[in-house]
Every structure is written in C-alpha cells, then in structure tokens.
C-alpha cells in the first residue's frame, strides 16, 4: 500500500519558517520524482517544486530563493524548507509522488500552512 504522509505545516508569522516532510512508504522511492503542490482556498492547485531521482530541481516563480525542495533516498523523504513565509503562501500543501509516463502517481493528504500575523 502506498502512504505519502506529510508533516511540518502550522500557523506562522510573516517572514517566519516551516520545514515540511513528506515521508513516503510502498514505493521504490528512489525512482519517483517528487514534487509540491499547494492549494489556498478557492485557487486551483499549483506546482511549487519538484525534484527528480537525480536532484534536478525546479520551483515555481513565486518562491524561488526563499523555498527549498530536498530528499533523502535513503529516509524516502522528500522536504520543503519555506522562509521569509508570506501571507500568500497560506494553504493546504500536498505531497506528490510520480513517474513520468506512466500511471504512478500518489498524493498525500495535506498540511495545512497559515502564514499570519
């Protein structure tokens, strides 16, 4: 059975910091490409980062230089380190699991990130 189980998400004030994790079990893990997504209340969701098997990375616009994606093959993790957090990075953020071209392809249930003073 496949499990993204995400933790680390909280209330915090502007300019603040979260570290989330994304623990992962049932899968080779090392061959998923694992991303984050985020979804604020009546927004679609959006890609935030992504890190391939590899360590190629890419994050969104809207956070590059103040969000961090990493993992640890050997935990089957997968992090994202926010600083300088902002109100609109308040939402649900989820973690994703997947292999290109194929139908593989797993969510977690979401942690919730409020950014507010």
């Known amino acids: 059975q496949v499990q993204l189980v995400e933790s680390g998400g909280g209330e915090v004030q502007p300019g603040g910091s979260l570290r989330l994790s994304c623990a992962a079990s049932?899968?080779?893990?090392?061959?998923?490409?694992m991303r984050w997504y985020r979804q604020a209340p009546g927004k679609q969701r959006e890609l935030v980062a992504s890190?391939?098997?590899?360590?190629?990375?890419n994050y969104a616009d809207s956070v590059k230089g103040r969000f961090t994606i990493s993992r640890d093959n050997a935990k089957k993790t997968v992090y994202l380190q926010m600083n300088s957090l902002k109100p609109e990075d308040t939402a649900t953020y989820y973690c994703?699991?997947?292999?290109?071209?194929?139908?593989?392809?797993?969510w977690g249930q979401g942690t919730q990130v409020t950014v507010s003073s």
């Open positions: 890190i391939t098997s590899r360590g190629n990375i």
């Open positions: 049932g899968i080779i893990f090392s061959a998923y490409i």
């Open positions: 994703n699991a997947y292999v290109a071209l194929s139908q593989l392809d797993y």
